[in-house]
C-alpha cells in the first residue's frame, strides 16, 4: 500500500500548469475590438481546448463585450483541462467593465448546470486575489441565501483550492448553518465546506481555528452519515495535528485546552478503526460502492501473488471464535452479542492470471457485504458497461443480488484494450435513481455526471478501481483505424494529465474516495495520483509496476 504525498503537489501543479498555458496580456481598444470579433465565433467550438483558447483571446480584450462571450461560453463548460485554462483567462480580467459583468452575471448562477461555470469564474477571481475579484467572492457568500447551495459552493471550493485563508471568515459563517439534513438533501455544501476546512484554515490565526475546530465537532456530534463523518474527522485531523478521533468532546476539549493536550485522557475510536467493507484492504467510505474492474486481454497473464498470499497463515486453533462465526456462544455458554463476525481472508488457491485474483477479490468482498450498503460493477476493455446490463443503478447489497453478481463475476472472461476514462467516467454517472448514459453526455437532455443532482445527493461514495496496465483506447477513438488498426494510445484522453485534470472536474463537488488497484506492470503514477486527490488509497499488486 503506498501514499505518495508528494502527489498532492504535482497534482495541484498539473493543475496550475494548465492554467498557465495562455497569455493574459491586454491589448488596445482597437485590437480588442478584433479580438472579439475573432474568438467569439469559436466559443461553440465542439474542441474543447479551442474553446479555451477563444476565451484566453477574449480576456486579453478586458472590456464588456470580450467578457460577455467568456462567460456565455464557460457557463456550461464540462471539461476538465479547458475549465482549468479558462479560470486562468478569468483572472486577467482586472477592468471595471469585466468586474462589473462578471458581479451581475455570475452571482445570479444558481442552477446545477451552472455549477461548474461559477466555480471556473471563481477560481480564476481567487487566483487574480483583487479587491474587485475579492468583492465578488465575498458576495457570493453574504449576498446569497442558505438554499444557494450551489453558488455558495462553487465559491468555497474557489477558494479553498486557492488557499485563501484570508477568506476563512465566510466558510465560518456557513458552517455555523449546518443542517443535519445535508447530509441527505444538500451533501454538496456540507462535503465542500468540510473539506475546504484544512485548506482555508491559518494555523497562525488560532481564534478562527478554534471557531472553525468547533463548528465541525458539532458536524460530527450531529451527522449519522458515515461519509460526512469521515471527512470531518480528517479534516480535524488535518488542521490540529492530531488523531482523526470520532468523539465530539475530545476537540471541544482540545479547544479548551488551548489546542494541545495537556494531559492524558481517553481520546477514543479513530476513523482508522471503523468496520467497513474492504477490497484488496483498501476500505470503503460511505455506503454506495461502485467496483471498476479491468477486464482487456492482458488480464489473462499469469500473476505472481506475494508469498503471504501463497502461503496465507494457518489459522490458530487456540484463537478460533467459540460457536458459528455468525456469533454462536461465549466461553460462558452465554450468547455473545458484542462479538462480530470473522471474516476468513479470500481463498488465492486457484489464482493463476490476473482476471482470476480480481475475481477472488471481488467475490470475496461482495460476499461479505452489509447489506445497508449499495453497490454496482462496472467492467471495462474496449468498450465499457454495467456488469448487468439490466441493472444499471445502484443495488441493495441483499443475499439475493449479491448471489446473481457473484455468478456475473465468476462468468467474466478478458478481452481487447484498456479504456480507463471511459469506465472512470461510467463509474461517475450511476447513482440510486436515474443512472446517466455515459455516451449520451454532452448531447441535449443528458446531465453532465459532475453536476447531476441525482448523481450529487445519491453517486457512488467509493469507487474501487483495478487495472493492470495503461490507457490504450478512449470512447472517442473506437473505432478510428491508422495503418491498418485501431488507433491505441495516442487519444486525449489516454495521457494520464488530461484524465487526471477531467477526473478532478468530474469529483470537484461529488467528493467521491477513489480506490485504486495495480495488478502486474501498471501506470503507478496515474493510479497513485487518482487515489491521493480523492483521499482514497493505492494498492500496489505488481511488484513491477511503472513509475
Keep these: 500500500m503506498i501514499r505518495l504525498t508528494w502527489m498532492k503537489a504535482a497534482t495541484l501543479a498539473l493543475i496550475i500548469g494548465s492554467m498557465a498555458c495562455v497569455s493574459t496580456n491586454t491589448v488596445n481598444a482597437d485590437a480588442a475590438a478584433e479580438a472579439v470579433r475573432l474568438a467569439s465565433g469559436k466559443i461553440t467550438d465542439k474542441d474543447p481546448m479551442v474553446r479555451a483558447k477563444a476565451v484566453s483571446d477574449l480576456a486579453r480584450a478586458n472590456n464588456k463585450d470580450g467578457t460577455r462571450y467568456i462567460l456565455q461560453c464557460i457557463s456550461t463548460e464540462n471539461d476538465g483541462p479547458a475549465g482549468f485554462s479558462m479560470a486562468e483567462s478569468i483572472s486577467g480580467l482586472t477592468s471595471e467593465e469585466a468586474m462589473e459583468t462578471i458581479e ?109 475546530v468547533l463548528e465541525l465537532a458539532n458536524i460530527l456530534e450531529k451527522s449519522k452519515d458515515d461519509r460526512i463523518q469521515w471527512f470531518t474527522c480528517k479534516a480535524l485531523s488535518t488542521i490540529t495535528g492530531e488523531d482523526t478521533y470520532i468523539d465530539a468532546e475530545f476537540w471541544r476539549w482540545w479547544v479548551k485546552m488551548g489546542g494541545k493536550k495537556t494531559e492524558r485522557r481517553d481520546e477514543g475510536a479513530t476513523v482508522a478503526g471503523r468496520d467497513v467493507p474492504k477490497f484488496f484492504k483498501a476500505s470503503a467510505v460511505g455506503k454506495r460502492v461502485i467496483f471498476v474492474i479491468d477486464i482487456s486481454g492482458s488480464m489473462q497473464a499469469p500473476v505472481d501473488l506475494p508469498p503471504e498470499m501463497k502461503n496465507p497463515p494457518k489459522e490458530d486453533e487456540e484463537k478460533k471464535p467459540d460457536g458459528p462465526v455468525t456469533g454462536g456462544k461465549g466461553k460462558d455458554g452465554k450468547d455473545d452479542e458484542n462479538k462480530k463476525p470473522v471474516i476468513p481472508p479470500p481463498d488465492y488457491s486457484k489464482v493463476k492470471t490476473k482476471i482470476d485474483l480480481a475475481k477472488v477479490e471481488l467475490i470475496h468482498t461482495l460476499k461479505y457485504l452489509p447489506e445497508d450498503y449499495y453497490f454496482n460493477i462496472v467492467i471495462y476493455h474496449t468498450p465499457h458497461a454495467m456488469i448487468d446490463a439490466s441493472a444499471d443503478e445502484f443495488v441493495k447489497a441483499t443475499e439475493a443480488n449479491k448471489r446473481k453478481f457473484i455468478k456475473k463475476v465468476e462468468d467474466l472472461n478478458w478481452a481487447e484494450l484498456t479504456n480507463i476514462y471511459g ?19 454532452g448531447k441535449k437532455n443528458t446531465n453532465d455526471p459532475s453536476w447531476d443532482p441525482e448523481c450529487l445527493k445519491t453517486g457512488a461514495t467509493t469507487m474501487f478501481f483495478l487495472t493492470d496496465g495503461s490507457p490504450t483506447v478512449t470512447d472517442d477513438t473506437i473505432g478510428e483505424v491508422k495503418s491498418g488498426r485501431m488507433a491505441q494510445g495516442q487519444a486525449r484522453y489516454c495521457q494520464a494529465e488530461n484524465i487526471l485534470l477531467d477526473v478532478k472536474r468530474l469529483n470537484t463537488f461529488r467528493k467521491m474516495v477513489i480506490n485504486t488497484v495495480g495488478i502486474g506492470p501498471h501506470d503507478a503514477r496515474l493510479l497513485a495520483a487518482l487515489a491521493e486527490m480523492t483521499g482514497g488509497e493505492y494498492i500496489d499488486r505488481s511488484g513491477v509496476a511503472q513509475r
Design 423 to 441: 469506465a472512470l467516467k461510467r463509474a461517475f454517472c450511476v447513482n440510486e435513481r436515474n443512472t446517466i448514459d455515459p455516451y449520451k453526455i
Design 104 to 212: 451581475k452575471t455570475v452571482l445570479k448562477w444558481d442552477k446545477p448546470e451552472n455549477l461548474f461555470g461559477a466555480y471556473w469564474t471563481f477560481l480564476g477571481l481567487a487566483l487574480q486575489n483583487s479587491e474587485g475579484g475579492n468583492k465578488v467572492l465575498r458576495a457570493a457568500i453574504e449576498e446569497s441565501k442558505d438554499k444557494d447551495i450551489y453558488l455558495r459552493s462553487a465559491a468555497l471550493e474557489a477558494m479553498a483550492e486557492l488557499r485563501r485563508a484570508d477568506m476563512a471568515d465566510l466558510l465560518l459563517s456557513v458552517l455555523k448553518t449546518y443542517d443535519p439534513d445535508w447530509d441527505e438533501k444538500s451533501p454538496i455544501i456540507a462535503l465542500t465546506c468540510i473539506k475546504a476546512a484544512p485548506k482555508m484554515v491559518d494555523g497562525g490565526d488560532k481564534e478562527m481555528r478554534n471557531n472553525v
